[in-house]
């Protein structure tokens, strides 16, 4: 054996199991493995888990927050807008070299898989070639899919679906859109049904930004839905965002629930920008705009929750971790049972690893050994601290650690030292 980890907890709660690792996948594993290994680490009870996955980023853009100017308003509209007047002066060296800082600190946060929108309405493509080259550099440590995204729209930016067909055929490996940015709700229709139709045709997944608005008629997923039953894209397609699904009318979502799950479309939430772009036109009561999460998993369509958004001209927080996106998630959906915890954890685990259809995922014999130890007990407890990553590995080889959450104390009859763990054990 290559590796082995001792003592590890397992997301399902199965406690005290080893892992043993030969030639970059997981070759055994259970209580007391009877196994000699050149590299041995001590989990002591921690949390082991497969890697994070960023269902929806924006890697085109990261790190550019500033450039040229900060979003003074911090709305949807100016962040488009800002990143228009950007999109002329980006180089690709630049844009390049932020990507990878991303990665970096990706890695760092145990986030291994990221599918993040490439900005195809460009005619030079710039970006397109610079998250290839990107995808090609962090391929040996991180797993990148790449979304041919016509931000500007499909029928409203001239040239868009051209641009779009020529990234596709550079190696983008997902179709995107944008309905609710045509110029009309019929527009919007018509782009999704033109994406699908090439999606189908080409063999490919399909994610849209899909009803990223608080106005309850923006339906396009309702399209996005039947077109996908019409062209038979089941398990291939996800709607992104679907905020206006937050204003919809009560009644008019009991007849769209079903139709998601017949047509077998992904939903992925983005709860840190929705809850801080969504609702502005709002007074009070101010809506929050994230979808309907906890509705959606109970009429079984799998939802994962995305970061969507770092350091960029539409929102100038965040740091690649997923931890802090479901913590948010729960919190906006109210999610506070323990089986609805459970779920936030999974959204930015194993759904989306199965929404980007990747292969070798989990904990399990033959899967890649792919794992990252956290400073947690349990997945609830990990969503509780942003638990720091004690250690994370990449097929089998250790490609980050981070030192435990701890802090001094100088109190008279107190501790010298407090980290954040609860010492006795919940029950489930
Ligand atoms: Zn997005």
Request: glycine content about 8%; hydrophobic content about 45%.
């Amino acid at each position: 054996m290559d590796a082995v980890i001792r003592n590890a907890t397992l997301p399902d709660g199965r406690q005290g199991i080893d892992v043993a690792i030969a030639a970059g996948r997981i070759a055994a594993i259970g209580p007391a493995l009877p196994v000699q290994a050149a590299l041995q680490i001590d989990a002591d009870g921690d949390l082991l888990t497969p890697p994070f996955v960023d269902a929806h980023f924006h890697m085109d853009a990261t790190l550019s927050y500033g450039l040229p100017r900060v979003n003074r308003s911090g709305t949807l509209l100016e962040g488009i807008a800002l990143w228009g007047e950007l999109k002329p002066e980006l180089s690709q060296e630049a844009l390049v070299e932020r990507a990878l800082q991303y990665c970096d600190w990706a890695v760092a946060r145990g986030l291994l898989a990221i599918r993040t929108h490439v900005d195809v309405c460009d005619e030079r493509l710039l970006a397109v070639e610079a998250l290839l080259e990107v995808k090609r550099r962090v391929a040996p440590y991180l797993d990148m899919q790449l979304v041919a995204f016509p931000q500007d729209g499909l029928l409203r930016s001239p040239g868009a679906f051209d641009n779009l067909k020529r990234a596709i055929a550079m190696g983008v490996d997902v179709v995107g859109g944008i309905p609710h940015f045509e110029r009309t709700m019929a527009d919007g229709a018509e782009s999704v049904r033109l994406l699908c139709e090439f999606a189908a045709d080409k063999g490919l997944r399909v994610d849209m930004h899909c009803d990223e608005s608080d106005d309850p008629l923006s339906r396009h997923i309702e399209t996005l839905a039947s077109e996908c039953n019409r062209l038979g894209l089941h398990g291939r397609v996800a709607g992104s965002h679907l905020t206006s699904m937050h204003s919809m009318d009560n009644y008019y979502v009991s007849k769209l629930l079903p139709l998601i799950r017949e047509a077998g479309v992904a939903a992925i939430a983005n709860p840190l920008i929705n809850i801080t772009l969504q609702g502005r036109h709002d007074t009070y009561p101010k809506r929050r705009g994230m979808t309907r999460v906890p509705e959606l998993m109970a009429a079984g369509v799998d939802v994962a929750f995305g970061h969507d958004c770092v350091m960029d001209p539409w929102y100038s927080l965040g740091s690649g971790d997923m931890l802090e996106v479901a913590h948010m998630g729960l919190h906006v959906a109210q999610m506070t049972g323990q089986q609805a915890m459970l779920a936030c954890f999974d959204a930015v685990t194993s759904t989306p690893a199965r929404i980007l259809g990747l292969e070798g995922y989990g904990i399990a014999e033959g899967c890649n050994a792919d794992l990252v130890l956290l400073d947690a007990g349990s997945p609830v407890e990990a969503i509780r601290l942003r638990a720091a990553r004690r250690m994370v590995m990449r097929r089998g080889r250790v490609v980050a650690e981070s030192p435990r959450a701890a802090a001094r104390l100088a109190l008279p009859g107190r501790p010298a030292q407090v980290n954040f763990r609860l010492q006795r054990k919940v029950p489930a």
